[in-house]
Nanobody, 123 residues
């Protein structure tokens, strides 16, 4: 079955960096767009970034543009989220998700989800 396993979360000071990883199995990875979403307590899950199956197209939430970078390694079935200049408001559980082919910011269009990794940012 399809599995998405996130890692790389943790505690970091404001202004610091983290790199999240998500390894996918059970699907033809290169056929799928990958997305990162996040959810803070009491807040709806929100889109963070997404990357097309080829890696050639990306999309970012305005709140993370110029600070976060999404990338993928199809040989390793892995998508990454490099997060720089972290702010306390970036603290959340971060989830990766997959959908066929094209990038979208719409959560409901993603087919499979990981269990999430916690990111905590201290001020």
């Amino acid at each position: 079955q399809v599995q998405l396993v996130e890692s790389g979360g943790g505690l970091v000071q404001a202004g610091g960096s983290l790199r999240l990883s998500c390894v996918a199995s059970g699907l033809p990875f290169r056929n799928y767009a990958m997305g990162w979403f996040r959810q803070a307590p009491g807040v709806e899950r929100e889109f963070v970034a997404a990357i097309a199956w080829s890696g050639g197209g990306t999309s970012y939430a305005d709140s993370v543009k110029a600070r976060f970078t999404i990338s993928r390694d199809n040989a390793k079935n892995t998508v990454y989220l490099q997060m720089n200049s972290l702010k306390p408001e970036d603290a959340a559980v971060y989830y990766c998700a997959v959908k066929k082919w094209v990038v979208t910011t719409i959560m409901g269009e993603y087919d499979y989800w990981g269990q999430g990794t916690q990111v905590t940012v201290s001020s």
